[in-house]
């Protein structure tokens, strides 16, 4: 399953970072993976990209990130896609906090979207795993 369009993922570890872009790319997923540090960062990014005409296939999102938070980036993300009249893009929440209230509500809040455990000791392999199973449940189209 190839995107037609690039994948965003915000990820304050450098090195998760780079195994999750790697994985996904060897999972053939996305035209490009755009990678950023954190959720003000993403925020930004998207903002900048919206303005472009950029379009998102879909956004990876870890929950705990300092500043801005995956859940308070991923809200914003929905309100500036609202703004530009914009599909929204599925979110894939992951963390290795366990799923509560908060993330149940942002999941809801921000459909589509689904959230991961990444347990410790978890490969980015797996998260690549739970995108495909996303997209495939959610019928995204594939170029």
């Known amino acids: 399953m190839k995107l037609v369009d690039d994948i965003v993922v915000a990820e304050d570890s450098k090195l998760l970072l780079q195994l999750i872009q790697d994985a996904l790319l060897a999972h053939n997923l996305g035209h490009a993976v755009v990678v950023c540090p954190d959720g003000a960062k993403l925020v930004d990014l998207v903002e900048d990209r919206l303005c472009m005409g950029k379009r998102t296939a879909l956004y990876l999102l870890d ?26 893009a599925p979110i894939l929440f992951y963390s290795q906090r366990e799923s509560d209230a908060e993330i149940e509500q942002a999941v809801e809040a921000c459909w589509p979207a689904r959230f991961v455990h990444k347990q410790s000791g978890a490969r980015a392999d797996q998260l690549a795993m739970a995108v495909i199973k996303l997209l495939e449940d959610l019928g995204t189209d594939a170029g």
């Open 63 to 88: 929950i705990v990130m300092p500043g801005l938070d995956g859940i308070a980036a991923a809200r914003r993300l929905r309100e500036l896609e609202a703004q530009r009249g914009v599909k929204p």
